[in-house]
């Protein structure tokens, strides 16, 4: 168990809607790192928070936002939802903000099915 | 930009066999090198990591690896390959790519050991 918890475990929506993915880092780690994992792009870091605040921005669509709470949560938002955003995301933790070499801790991650 | 390359998509091994799995990476500066495993299901887990030093690093499971600069290779590697072993590989590099540390990580290698 990597102590990173992430819900919901399944979600189905259809195009055009708008969801929420919530996640809780392993409990120290004050960075909380986003990926999509898909068969064809493989895994692509989104975003990253540190200490609530963003710390740096990868392949994120302007449709989707994330943003990290005092207590360290962090939730990621995908709106008008389209087929292609279909994918497995993953939420990962590490200590300190990426300059120590610290590893990441992910979740099990939520599988995203848009109809 | 950073980059990592697994050339196999899948490599097949008899159990009790010796097993590598390759990877080569591009960074510039000094890399933090990653293995993570991925069973089904399931989130990515740490396996092991280089920072600095003994190019050869111990990890989970009997895994190891070796770091070689000059071929810009970090290949996991384990002596005798169990079935249990069989599932994704991935790895993955950390480098100071515009002031972040974000983890890149390659596509994946499927590890498949035959009983």
Do not use: M
Request: hydrophobic letters at 30%; one cysteine or more.
């Amino acid at each position: 168990d990597s102590g990173v918890t992430q819900t919901p475990k399944h979600l189905i929506t259809a195009t055009g809607q708008r969801v929420t993915l919530r996640c809780s880092p392993r409990s120290g780690d004050l960075s909380v790192y986003w990926y999509q994992q898909s068969l064809d792009q493989g895994l692509q870091f989104l975003i990253q928070y540190y200490n609530g605040e963003e710390r740096a921005k990868g392949n994120i669509l302007e449709r989707f936002s994330a943003q990290q709470f005092p207590d360290l949560h962090s939730e990621l938002n995908l709106s008008s939802l389209e087929l292609g955003d279909s994918a497995l995301y993953f939420c990962a933790s590490s200590v300190g903000a990426g300059g120590t070499g610290s590893p990441l801790h992910f979740g099990n991650g939520t599988r995203l099915t848009v109809t | 930009a950073q980059s990592v390359a697994q050339p196999e998509d899948q490599v097949n091994v008899a159990e009790g066999n010796p097993l590598t799995v390759k990877c080569t990476y591009s960074v510039s500066g000094n890399p933090y090198l990653f293995w993570y495993v991925q069973y089904p299901n399931r989130g990515l887990q740490f396996l092991l990591k280089y920072i600095t030093g003994d190019n050869l690093v111990k990890g989970s499971y009997g895994f190891e690896a070796e770091f070689n600069k000059s071929q810009t290779s970090f290949h996991l590697k384990k002596p005798s390959a169990l079935v249990s072993d069989s599932a994704l590989y991935f790895c993955a590099v950390r480098g100071p790519s515009g002031g972040s540390y974000i983890p890149t990580f390659g596509r994946g290698t499927s590890l498949i050991v035959h009983p």
